[in-house]
């Protein structure tokens, strides 16, 4: 039975602090609160997904040092297999500044994202066996490529995390099933009037993905509905929007990683063989939840991990 999910991309470490407001230019302020853990898109959906009971492992670039030695025990306490593709480079694992705003939950982050990682060794794409899913979040594009080519020979739907467009996107959505993008994600010379048969500037940016390959495309707005693109013959594509459970007011506790607590509950329950669009309402779920805990994770240690 193939319910295991593998996860390909970045991990982080984060230190968090958290503020009343954010700094001016010039100006200092003290934090109340202090964190400092792994974070990341890939390393995030993965602990999330092991954290809704799914066997995950990760495909990463961690190598070696101090901080490195951070991101490996919290993934390992967080129930993650980690697959290191840089285990002998120094200085690989990238660090992120996260400040969160206490009255918003908003964050700003400040990341060199995986720029600084060497070439890295060539997945062994045997990991897959077992699989019922692959996330890919689009860096270390090399090993994502690899590993979503084999997927998708075998059968395994591949999902994207679509946070931005990076150089290798295009030939990233080519071998991608699904694709979830931010509310930021743009592609490069597309032009913003809906497309002939679109409603809006959305459908027409869910068109233009999929013209690369994807055959499940949707895009998420914060707390507003996500709209879904979904390959329908010749009728023309299927479009349909899910709005998410609205959170109380002041409820919002930190929105930091809802997006990879979306990717990584949708990855888990594609891994268990849910249909795209339950997967993203699970996923979708379990991201409200989230957003009222701190932490990308803090909701998983208060208990709110039933499954749909």
Same mark, same amino acid.
């Given at each position: 039975?193939? /319910?295991?999910?593998?996860?390909?991309?970045?991990?982080?470490?984060?230190?968090?602090?958290?503020?009343?407001?954010?700094?001016?230019?010039?100006?200092?302020?003290v934090?109340?609160?202090?964190?400092?853990?792994?974070?990341?898109?890939a390393?995030?959906?993965?602990?999330?997904?092991?954290?809704?009971?799914?066997?995950?492992?990760?495909?990463?670039?961690?190598?070696?040092?101090?901080?490195?030695d951070?991101?490996?025990?919290?993934?390992?306490?967080?129930g993650? /297999?980690?697959?290191d593709l840089a285990?002998?480079?120094?200085?690989?694992?990238p660090?992120?500044t996260?400040?969160?705003?206490?009255?918003?939950?908003e964050?700003?982050?400040v990341?060199?994202?995986?720029?600084?990682?060497?070439?890295l060794?060539?997945?062994?794409?045997?990991?897959?066996?077992g699989?019922?899913?692959?996330?890919?979040?689009g860096?270390?594009?090399?090993?994502?490529?690899?590993?979503?080519?084999?997927?998708?020979?075998?059968?395994?739907?591949?999902?994207?995390?679509?946070?931005?467009?990076?150089?290798?996107?295009?030939?990233?959505?080519?071998?991608?099933?699904?694709?979830?993008?931010?509310? /930021?994600?743009?592609?490069?010379?597309?032009p913003?009037?809906?497309?002939?048969?679109?409603?809006?500037?959305? /459908?027409?940016?869910?068109?233009?993905?999929?013209?690369f390959?994807?055959?499940f495309?949707?895009?998420?707005?914060?707390?507003?509905?996500?709209r879904?693109r979904?390959?329908?013959?010749?009728?023309?594509?299927?479009?349909?929007?899910?709005?998410p459970?609205?959170?109380?007011?002041?409820?919002?506790?930190?929105?930091?990683?809802?997006?990879?607590?979306?990717h990584?509950?949708?990855?888990?329950?594609?891994?268990?063989?849910a249909?795209?669009l339950?997967?993203?309402?699970?996923?979708?779920?379990?991201?409200?939840?989230?957003?009222?805990h701190?932490?990308?994770?803090?909701?998983?240690?208060?208990?709110?991990?039933?499954?749909?």
């Open positions: 039975m193939r /319910d295991r999910l593998v996860c390909c991309g970045l991990t982080t470490l984060d230190v968090t602090q958290v503020l009343d407001r954010l700094p001016a230019p010039d100006e200092k302020v934090a109340d609160g202090l964190d400092v853990t792994f974070g990341g898109p390393a995030n959906a993965a602990a999330v997904a092991a954290g809704l009971g799914v066997p995950t492992t990760l495909v990463t670039a961690l190598g070696t040092g101090a901080l490195a951070v991101a490996r025990a919290g993934l390992a306490a967080a993650v /297999d980690v697959v285990p002998d480079a120094a200085g690989v694992l660090v992120s996260v400040l969160v705003t206490r009255a918003t939950g964050r700003a982050v990341s060199v994202n995986g720029t600084g990682a060497p070439h060794a060539r997945p062994d794409v045997a990991l897959l066996r699989a019922g899913a692959l996330l890919v979040d860096h270390h594009p090399a090993a994502g490529l690899a590993l979503a080519a084999a997927a998708r020979a075998a059968g395994v739907p591949v999902l994207l995390d679509g946070g931005s467009w990076k150089p290798s996107t295009a030939e990233l959505l080519a071998a991608v099933d699904l694709a979830v993008l931010s509310a /930021d994600f743009a592609v490069p010379g597309w913003q009037e809906p497309a002939p048969g679109a409603e809006d500037p959305v /459908d027409g940016l869910l068109d233009a993905v999929a013209a390959g994807p055959g495309v949707a895009r998420s707005a914060g707390p507003g509905p996500v879904v979904r390959a329908a013959g010749e009728g023309g594509p299927a479009r349909t929007s899910l709005r459970a609205a959170v109380p007011a002041g409820g919002v506790v930190d929105t930091l990683g809802a997006g990879d607590v979306l990584g509950a949708m990855a888990a329950a594609l891994a268990r063989g249909d795209p339950d997967a993203l309402a699970e996923g979708m779920r379990c991201a409200t939840e989230s957003v009222q701190a932490g990308a994770r803090g909701w998983l240690a208060g208990g709110a991990v039933a499954t749909s």
